[in-house]
Structures are given as C-alpha cells and as structure tokens.
C-alpha cells in the first residue's frame, strides 16, 4: 500500500495521477485528511503552533 500525502493543487494533482498509474489499486490518497489547506505541511502548522 503507498499512501500518498501530496499538495492539494495542481502539481499534486498530476503527481497523484501519475503515481495511479503505476500503483494503481496500491494508491491511497490521503490529502483529504488536510482538506481547506495547501499541504500537510501547513494543515500541522495550522493546527498544532
């Protein structure tokens, strides 16, 4: 299983299309945990400083 925590804009979006391809069924896109921020990176910072 790979689980995917990429940006939620464009980049990250055809990262994670390439990475389907590949990976196909293995894929776990876990951006949603983030939802209403750019990345994971700025979702911890937001919720934990």
């Known amino acids: 299983r790979v ?3 990429l940006d939620r804009d ?4 055809r990262t994670l299309e390439a990475l389907r391809k590949r990976y196909a069924d293995k ?9 209403g921020y750019k990345d994971l990176n700025e979702y911890l910072q ?3 400083l």
Do not use: M, P, T
């Open 27 to 35: 894929l776990v896109d876990c951006s949603s945990l983030y939802k």
């Open 3 to 5: 689980n995917c925590y």
């Open 46 to 48: 937001h919720k934990f």
């Open 10 to 13: 464009e980049a990250g979006r």
